[in-house]
């Protein structure tokens, strides 16, 4: 037997019990001080001396394994099942206009007023039509822009006519949206309901005149108050996601706006139950169109550490949050069936390429080639890097984002984005032990 590399010890309190946490297998355990100190001593090979039973709790949890258990291997095995995955899972992210009601002064893309045609709502469908002929059973979809809910129209014909080709083949449909919130009225929402779209992604980026200052409509009137109002009427509808873009310029005030937005009694009780939910967005310059500045941006372990503060102010208020880590299962981008959609069918491996004609992959109505692009998203990852592949947490992390390690190979992007666990991973556990404390039930 020998000791895994993945393992983490935490302290929780004064009677020498520690969370023992398990990146590889995602498990986490209480351990007495004495089982751990017996653990971190213990030598490849040996005889490790405890009770049968914890023996087996031990191995079943990932903390001991066999000699010749191959740890790092399983996460090689794990990346390319998720990459190579077959025909079983078609994931598309379909771009119906790159038009937006808004001018958002750090936006990456450049906005187009190209609208999706029949033509091209015809070529979606058909090419979903091939692959669940090959054996497709699960197809997810993301509707991106731009701003999508302005192609309302589109996103409810071809929604419809994809879930009813997903209905008569046995196929399972998903569906999510990313919008800016402006249009997301409750009568938008019922209806992106009945689509099958089961979670929305909207951007607040902090008080009000923070907001519109960041996020105004083209005639520079600010969106804030047509998005709030649109987040309280919509609210229980469809869970939805609101999301703070953060750098520099917005640091200090977006912990603030969000605790005034958690106290107001319309929204109270959806954030309890977690209708409405919390998330940072990390602010980067992915290209040449973003407008924002690199000084601008904050560092990786900045922007990290912020977040935190947001997460500890979830779990003193007990609003519902995600704070356990999950095993990464790649983007788009990294896998071989995973496309983003432009509304002309062109074809790009990452949401960062849309707009960018150089980044295009193919189109949809054409066998796709795996020219040197597609090639170089496919093959970039841990295995590449020797930090990556000796860090305990990269089996939460799997080397981060492949956009930003591709573009910081070619010097266009300053560093490699390290995974939140990296930095309060301690504190996330943590958080979750102690809550799971007051559940009902808990011991």
């Known amino acids: 037997m020998k000791l895994s590399k993945y393992n983490f010890f935490f302290p929780i309190d004064e009677k020498d019990n520690y969370l023992a946490f398990n990146s590889l297998k995602n498990g986490l355990a209480v ?5 751990v100190k017996l653990l971190q001593s213990f030598q490849p090979g040996s005889n490790l001396e405890v009770p049968e039973n914890t023996l087996t709790e031990l191995k079943k949890g990932g903390f001991i394994c066999d000699d010749d258990y191959d740890e790092y291997g399983m996460l090689l095995v794990r990346r390319h099942l998720q990459q190579y995955s077959g025909d079983i899972t078609l994931g598309l992210t379909i771009a119906p206009t790159l038009s937006c009601n808004l ?58 006519l994809l879930i009813g080709l997903c209905d008569q083949n046995k196929v399972k449909f998903n569906a999510h949206i990313i919008t800016n919130g402006t249009l997301f009225t409750r009568a938008t929402a019922e209806k992106l309901k009945s689509l ?81 939910k919390v998330n940072y967005g990390f602010v980067r310059k992915f290209s040449s ?4 500045s690199e000084e601008e941006c904050l560092k990786p372990g900045e922007f990290w550490q912020e977040e935190l503060k947001l997460h500890q102010h979830l779990y003193e208020k007990d609003i519902t949050y995600s704070h356990y880590p999950s095993i990464s299962s790649g983007c788009v981008a990294t896998t071989i069936n995973g496309y983003v959609v432009g509304p002309q069918g062109e074809l790009y491996k990452c949401w960062n390429h849309i ?89």
Request: proline share 3%.
């Open 31 to 35: 351990f007495p001080g004495k089982l």
């Open 196 to 276: 099958k779209v089961n979670s929305v992604q909207i951007t607040i980026d902090g008080d009000r005149e923070m907001h519109d200052t960041r996020r105004p409509y083209h005639s520079g009137k600010g969106s804030y108050d047509d998005i709030y109002s649109n987040v309280i009427e919509s609210a229980g509808i469809i869970p939805i996601s609101l999301r703070v873009n953060v750098d520099r310029e917005n640091l200090d005030a977006v912990l603030d706006s969000f605790k005034k937005m958690h106290s107001d009694l319309r929204l109270k009780d959806h954030f309890k139950k977690g209708d409405i």
């Open 355 to 443: 707009g960018e004609n150089e980044l295009i992959v193919g189109y949809i109505d054409k066998e796709i080639r795996l020219d040197s692009l597609y090639i170089s998203y496919l093959n970039e990852s841990f295995e590449n890097d020797v930090n990556c592949r000796e860090c305990k947490v990269l089996p939460i992390c799997m080397g981060g984002c492949v956009d930003i390690r591709i573009n910081y190979k070619k010097g266009t992007f300053s560093a490699i984005d390290c995974s939140r666990w990296k930095y309060y991973l301690e504190e996330s556990l943590k958080a979750y032990y102690f809550a799971s404390l007051k559940k009902p039930g808990a011991a």
């Open 289 to 292: 169109s973003c407008r924002c």
């Open 103 to 160: 001018s958002c002064n750090y936006c990456f893309e450049s906005p187009q007023n190209i609208k999706m045609d029949q033509t091209i709502i015809s070529q979606v469908l058909e090419f979903t039509k091939k692959r669940i002929d090959a054996g497709l059973k699960n197809l997810y979809v993301t509707w991106y822009g731009g701003e999508p809910i302005l192609c309302l129209d589109i996103i409810e014909e071809l929604s419809r």
